[in-house]
């Protein structure tokens, strides 16, 4: 039962990430990006080349220091910034344009689907179906035999959980709470929650519309590519083609905790999180029939999620 | 005087008598679906099938193939752009074409049954698939719905994986025989399909289906219903101060959607002989959406007109081999940026209004629609 | 008197539909003019143009002195022109203090800001009782005081207001009117008022403009409107 738990906890940060970037796109943009898991995937694979390959003539071992390797953090970073420039000209050049010339809101959608083939195709031809991962980040295990973490829990069973995932989940955690308090507390965080409240009103009071949404839509894109390359490392490594997967994960999870809307991005990542580590000990295969199942039902009370404006 | 200005905001005496001119082009519609249906009819039926009899023998499965299948898709294009006329993104069609195959397979395999039965009985299937599922999520709206009908199709495969006692799993059903022939009092109504015509037959049977299904959606966009589905698309609120079956006013288009995607799914079946859970993927489902806004939302033919451009397109990219997709993609987004509101947007009054600014200033305006729609 | 705002011959466009004609319109610094006028005569197409959220066909726009059509609205809240949205557009989400901040997006020093937001809960005690509420949650007259607020921050030289006494209480309308009042006299702040309640515009402004069917159909002082009889002619849709 710890073991579920914790497994929940840490894909459940893992997801409220991917969530966080797609609800944030969505909230200031009106626009559903399907290329999201494929930008996830990107992220992953930026972060896997500069773990194994370095920076051409600088080889990846360069950067121990200390006895400490600083390369994943490094490429943790680069992966971020790639995403967030590949976001602001997608944003720039692409989203932008048709929004203006459109009649449709929903216009967006076709350009997302093709931006998201993009992708995918490009991924496919560069990197291939090949499994890409990279070694553990540190050694060591936390484990029951050792140490009974909840003794009082009934149906308690061997738990383990490596150190490289613990760290990794604690990067996660962080990541949430800076971008919590980067959207409370920081001046570009305050236009884009105004922005995403009221378009107009925001305008109004002197945010330059433009140049917010561009930011949201590097950040958003940032904080897809960041956890693919978390994800690679916590888990045994990353496809090209599991983008579209990826971005059904996270439509799941955003429609869970209410569109556009950050409370709802975190709530609905931890329950998805949570509900396939229950379910892929009880139920198996079926997990993520009966999890769709109870999304329908779920909606079907409560159309606009849990704590989305009604009709997003 | 300068007769067409290229300023976008003409002054309303001359703006006036160009909307006039659509208008009348739109309203004069209905009169010709007649002439129009027999045209099609001859093109289909004649015209294509004798251009392509003239190739070379090896090429003509080949060419009925790639017709059967742009014929299918647009079946399943027009469903999802029913759903659009309520107002709904359905990229869930998928999902009920996967349905509709396995039905008909399933059936005939399993059970012996004709394959001319399995296909109303796909559709039949789907439509009361589509009542389970429709019911709960057709109150969504928005990106809502676009989601979880995306979802959806991730959902349909899944359930094929997970019972493989009935869908015989990931190895998927291979042995689906070729449509015999029907004869009633001696007269043979349908004809046998054998390995050397199969391709040719389907090309005509689907053909037939595709005219049907535009048909039958023309007769109900100028229905009543129609009508009352387009007030719905407008304002969903207003409508239902109208006084309208909300409920039931969105099931009906969303059913006659999912009887689409099954027939379309049941004839692929028969084309392709097999299923598998992948011959309809999430790619499908985005695909049929990408084929209506291409072709334009806001035309009946919108959908056929998308189907042919992008899946003649996809065609012929396959020479480009790996790179297909990729320029596929790229194709998509260029076409995006110049046509953003679809081909049949076009009017020719406007295009014709353009060239024509264009050549007089050197200055092209692309977009006639003022800005800041949205305020 | 110096005009802080001048229209001359201002034309608008929806798609192909007028929706201003020949509009020529001025405030003088330090004066509240109303515009008044039936639904769809145009009332706030004018401030959307002045604010750029529209852009106008032709015609010309002068604030100080100076052109300002085309530029973004964001320049025209850093040059001291708030506009209060029609409907109250509040950040419902926001606390009363984050959607006040907002209104100071424009401005860098804090400790001026402070000292408007001081001024501004002064102003409307009620916004100090629900300083830490979701703005989304509170009364149409208190959402509309807090929008007034939020437009203060920016520190205007000129108002614009949308419709405040739209959806509110009919005994807080008269709480607004004092304040727009007050705001006007003790700030120095001049206000283009657009309203569709006539007798409140009317009683508190200086001059008003009638529009009917997207061009200005009446102009005068005020007080001399308010026994007009085509004034009242021009609101059930008459001719002149």
């Known amino acids: 039962m710890e073991q579920v738990v914790v497994n929940g906890l840490f894909s459940g940060a893992q997801y409220s990430l991917i969530a966080l970037g797609l609800t944030l796109i969505f909230g200031l943009m009106n626009v559903l990006n399907f290329a999201h898991g494929q930008m996830y995937v990107l992220g992953g694979l930026v972060t896997y080349t500069i773990v194994t390959f370095g920076f051409g003539f600088i080889p990846p071992d360069a950067f121990t220091i200390f006895g400490i390797d600083f390369i994943f953090p490094i490429a943790l970073i680069c992966a971020g910034m790639v995403l967030a420039i590949l976001g602001a000209l997608f944003e720039k050049l692409l989203f932008r344009t048709v929004i203006r010339r459109s009649k449709r809101d929903e216009s967006t959608m076709l350009l997302a689907a093709a931006t998201a083939f993009l992708l995918d195709a490009s991924l496919l031809l560069i990197f291939g179906e090949k499994l890409h991962s990279v070694p553990d980040l540190v050694d060591g295990i936390i484990s029951t035999d050792l140490e009974p973490v909840f003794p009082a829990i009934p149906f308690s069973d061997s738990f383990n959980l490596p150190y490289y995932k613990l760290l990794l989940g604690v990067i996660a955690f962080v990541m949430i709470l800076l971008f919590v308090a980067g959207m409370r507390f920081t001046r570009p965080g305050r236009a884009m929650r105004a922005l995403a409240q009221d378009r107009m009103a925001a305008q109004l009071m002197g945010v330059n519309v433009g140049r917010y949404t561009m930011i949201g839509f590097a950040v958003g894109a940032m904080l897809a590519g960041m956890t693919g390359g978390l994800l690679l490392a916590a888990s045994g490594g990353i496809q090209a083609t599991e983008g579209g997967a990826k971005s059904i994960l996270a439509f799941e999870m955003i429609m869970l905790g209410g569109a556009g809307v950050t409370g709802g991005a975190i709530a609905g990542g931890f329950i998805l999180g949570m509900m396939q580590s229950v379910g892929h000990s009880f139920l198996g295969n079926f997990t993520d029939l009966v999890i769709f199942a109870a999304l329908v039902v779920f909606l079907s009370i409560r159309p606009q999620g849990l704590m989305g404006k009604p009709w997003g | ?375 | 008197m110096t005009k802080i705002l001048d229209l001359q011959n201002i034309e608008l466009y929806y798609d192909h539909v007028y929706a201003l004609r020949g509009v020529s319109i001025e405030v003088n610094e330090g004066e509240t003019v109303a515009l008044i006028g039936a639904n769809g005569a145009g009332k706030s197409s004018i401030l959307r143009a002045i604010t750029g959220l529209r852009r106008i066909k032709s015609g010309q726009i002068e604030y100080k002195g100076e052109k300002i059509n085309g530029l973004p609205p964001e320049r025209l809240v850093e040059m001291g022109i708030a506009m209060v949205p029609e409907g109250r557009r509040v950040f419902p989400f926001m606390t009363v203090r984050d959607n006040l901040m907002m209104g100071a997006f424009t401005r860098h020093n804090k400790a001026e800001i402070t000292q408007t937001l001081e001024m501004v809960l002064a102003r409307f005690p009620r916004l100090k009782e629900r300083y830490h509420q979701a703005a989304g949650t509170m009364s149409g007259g208190e959402q509309q005081m807090m929008v007034i607020g939020r437009a203060l921050m920016a520190k205007p030289k000129l108002l614009l207001l949308d419709e405040p006494s739209l959806g509110v209480a009919p005994k807080l309308v008269q709480d607004i009117a004092r304040s727009i009042v007050a705001i006007n006299r003790d700030e120095k702040v001049s206000v283009l008022l657009v309203e569709q309640n006539s007798r409140m515009a009317l009683s508190i402004s200086e001059r008003a403009y009638v529009l009917a069917t997207g061009s200005v159909a009446l102009a005068g002082k005020s007080k001399e409107m308010r026994d007009d009889a085509r004034v009242q002619q021009l609101y059930l849709g008459g001719e002149l």
């Open chain 2, 1 to 375: 005087m300068e007769r067409f200005p290229s300023n976008p905001n003409l002054p309303s005496p001359q703006r006036g008598n160009l909307s006039n001119l659509s208008r009348f082009v739109q309203e004069s519609r209905p009169t010709w679906p007649w002439l129009g249906t027999v045209f099609a009819l001859i093109l289909l039926f004649f015209v294509i099938p004798d251009f392509i009899a003239s190739m070379r023998p090896e090429k003509q499965g080949l060419i009925y193939y790639q017709f059967t299948q742009i014929a299918l898709l647009s079946i399943a294009a027009a469903g999802v752009w029913l759903t659009f006329y309520i107002g709904r993104i359905n990229i869930g069609q998928g999902a009920l074409c996967l349905v509709g195959a396995y039905v008909s397979a399933i059936v005939q395999v399993k059970l012996d049954v004709s394959y001319w039965l399995t296909i109303p009985l796909a559709g039949i299937f789907c439509v009361l698939v589509g009542i389970v599922i429709g019911w709960p999520i057709l109150r969504l709206r928005g990106v809502y719905f676009a989601m979880i009908t995306l979802i959806l199709t991730e959902v349909a495969k899944l359930v094929v994986l997970n019972f493989p006692i009935v869908t015989n799993g990931a190895r998927g059903i291979t042995n689906i025989p070729l449509p015999e022939a029907v004869t009633l009092f001696g007269f043979t109504i349908l004809p046998e399909f054998t390995a050397d015509n199969n391709r040719m037959y389907f090309y005509f049977l689907s053909m037939f289906v595709m005219v049907l299904t535009f048909i039958a959606l023309f007769r109900l966009v100028h229905s009543r219903i129609g009508r009352l589905c387009k007030s719905l698309q407008q304002n969903e609120e207003l409508a239902s101060s109208l006084g309208v079956n909300l409920v039931l006013l969105r099931l009906i288009p969303f059913c006659i959607s999912c009887f689409m995607g099954g027939v379309a799914g049941a004839l692929a079946a028969g084309v392709q002989h097999n299923v598998g859970p992948s011959i309809f993927t999430v790619q499908d489902s985005v695909n049929y959406m990408l084929y209506c806004f291409m072709g334009g939302l806001g035309n009946l033919f919108g959908p056929l007109v998308g189907t042919v451009i992008l899946r003649m397109g996809w065609n012929y990219l396959t020479a480009a081999g790996d790179y297909q997709l990729l320029f596929y993609a790229i194709a998509l987004i260029i076409l995006m940026l110049i046509i953003p509101n679809g081909v049949m947007s076009l009017s020719p009054v406007r295009i014709y209004q353009r060239v024509v600014g264009w050549l007089g200033n050197r200055r092209p305006t692309l977009n006639t629609v003022p800005h800041n729609r949205k305020s």
